[in-house]
């Protein structure tokens, strides 16, 4: 926890998730006297309790893991009237308030992926470290990750494993995989672990064989980078003029996304790709956001030392401007 937000919160255990760039977050929405600010990725609630501490006024926090959300009730206590759970997907912030009736907020806070308290419990089934369920649904419905390894094809597969883990032996777990679930399919996370282990030799960088597979499917199964995608359009949607996003990446496909999206909507020509969704691309006639970081923020050496997690961190802010959307992608967000 940043030491300029204390939080009155009990002290972190090993479980507990450490804000990544909450310093830099909380400078760039600067919370103001009766504004609306919205946590779309409440998890512990590190962001949204310095948001309430730094300025009298209003946050709305949304997670779609219900489990997150029941930890907000020390933080309705603490700020009664000021704080509002929601619990869906940022994917859908637009529609989420307006159905309770807000249509306006003047910063939007997206700190990507998982949280510790995710990972480190063994029953979400997250981490290749611990044996647990092979799961990781952040909302616990839906496709799980066994699902998915035990019914898709091998191309399917490898091609979820080679896009969302960047893996280059993408073809060779994913075969390994398919070989294994014939004799027994898998329902524990160590037993993909395992398998994938026993094909993929340990990079000379010591990253276990596991982690980018895991990444991968955790990816999939939460359909994460089109939430992105829908949660840039819904902020562009919600914010007043002159309302702040600011969204912490973790890695390369992420980032590329809000860079992407945020190049466009500033007007900046955009070179077609495949991988470029055209609601993402388009640029408005007029920019509705204007980048306030030229290059994202990393996280200091100091707060790396504290917290490892903020190694692959990046912060990207931008600030609305008073220009309507497009229309065509006013009619096709989320
Ligand atoms: C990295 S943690 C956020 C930590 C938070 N900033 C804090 O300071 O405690 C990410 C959280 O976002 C949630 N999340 C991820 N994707 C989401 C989505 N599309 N919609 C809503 N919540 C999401 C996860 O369930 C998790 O609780």
């Not at 704080?83 to 309770?100: C, K, P, T």
Request: aromatic content about 6%; hydrophobic content about 40%.
């Amino acid at each position: 926890m940043c030491p300029a937000f204390s939080t009155g919160t009990p002290s972190p255990t090993s479980l507990d998730h450490i804000p990544v760039l909450l310093t830099e977050v909380i400078e760039a929405l600067a919370p103001k006297d009766g504004g609306v600010y919205l946590d779309g990725t409440f998890g512990a609630g590190g962001y949204t309790t310095a948001i309430l501490e730094t300025a009298p006024c209003v946050a709305w926090c949304i997670d779609r893991d219900p489990e997150a959300l029941q930890r907000g009730e020390a933080l309705a206590a603490r700020f009664p009237d000021r704080v509002n759970f929601v619990q869906g997907r940022f994917g859908d912030m637009a529609e989420l308030l307006s159905a309770r009736g807000i249509t306006g907020v003047d910063g939007v806070a997206l700190d990507l992926g998982v949280s510790s308290m995710q990972i480190e419990d063994r029953a979400r089934g997250f981490s290749f470290l611990r044996d647990g369920p092979l799961d990781m649904r952040m909302e616990k419905s839906g496709r799980s990750a066994a699902d998915v390894v035990n019914t898709l094809s091998e191309k399917e597969l490898a091609d979820i494993i080679f896009t969302y883990g960047e893996e280059r032996h993408a073809r060779r777990v994913a075969r390994a995989i398919v070989e294994a679930r014939s004799d027994r399919p898998f329902s524990r996370t160590l037993h993909l672990a395992d398998v994938i282990r026993a094909r993929v030799r340990r990079s000379q960088d010591g990253i276990d064989p596991a982690t980018r597979t895991f990444q991968a499917l955790r990816i999939y199964v939460n359909d994460e980078l089109g939430e992105l995608e829908r949660g840039l359009i819904g902020a562009e949607k919600l914010l007043r003029p002159g309302g702040i996003l600011a969204v912490v990446a973790f890695h390369s496909l992420e980032d590329r996304i809000v860079k992407t999206f945020l190049k466009a909507r500033s007007g900046a020509a955009i070179r077609p790709s495949r991988h470029t969704p055209a609601s993402l691309g388009a640029a408005p006639a007029t920019a509705t956001f204007t980048p306030l970081t030229r290059r994202p923020i990393d996280a200091s050496e100091a707060e790396i030392a504290r917290n490892p997690r903020a190694r692959s961190a990046r912060l990207r802010v931008a600030a609305r401007t008073d220009a309507p959307m497009l229309t065509a992608v006013v009619g096709g967000a989320a």
